[in-house]
């Protein structure tokens, strides 16, 4: 099976209508959308989430983040799509992720930063295991697969 990653659009994206926006990056990078859901997040699964990050300055503030409003949280599938996703998100921060990038083009500051994506084969596994059930992921055939993916290489 193909890789798999774990994105949150957070709270800001979805406070300032960037949804549509932002899905459409990795919708036309071809990544494809195995599992996608709308919620807000309870606190204590926000701190799960961040449990890497625990005890750091910034913990407290990104568990808050997480937290104060509904996010979009999807599954997304391709061979190499962890990195492949970090790339379109770009650097952690807005005001210093490159233009061209998601948190690059739509975010100016360091506290919020629209979007979350897997680091890892071991974190993805991890964070979908925290929001999706085996069943709710829908494995399935693109129809433009051949074209996305190629096979003469
Ligand atoms: N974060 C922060 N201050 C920091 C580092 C991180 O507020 O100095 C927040 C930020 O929202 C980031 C999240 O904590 O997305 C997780 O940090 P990480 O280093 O894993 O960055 P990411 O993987 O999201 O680029
Ligand atoms: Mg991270």
């Not at 099976?1 to 659009?9: D, N």
Request: hydrophobic share 40%; net charge negative; aromatic share 10%.
């Amino acid at each position: 099976m193909a890789q798999r990653t774990l994105i949150i659009l957070k709270p800001d994206a979805v406070q300032r209508h960037l949804i549509g926006q932002i899905v459409s990056r990795f919708e036309q990078k071809g990544l494809k959308i195995v599992a996608a859901k709308f919620i807000q997040i309870p606190q204590d699964l926000a701190r799960r989430h961040y449990a890497v990050h625990e005890g750091k300055p910034f913990f407290e503030g990104v568990v808050e983040y997480l937290a104060s409003s509904p996010v979009l949280v999807m599954v997304l599938q391709a061979d190499g799509v962890i990195n492949m996703a970090r790339k379109l998100m770009g650097k952690t921060f807005g005001n210093e992720a490159e233009p061209g990038t998601i948190r690059g083009d739509f975010g100016a500051c360091r506290g919020y930063n629209l979007v979350h994506g897997s680091d890892s084969p071991e974190s993805a596994a991890f964070e979908i295991g925290l929001y999706f059930k085996p069943e709710e992921i829908v494995d399935y055939t693109l129809a433009d697969e051949d074209w996305l993916y190629g096979s003469n290489e």
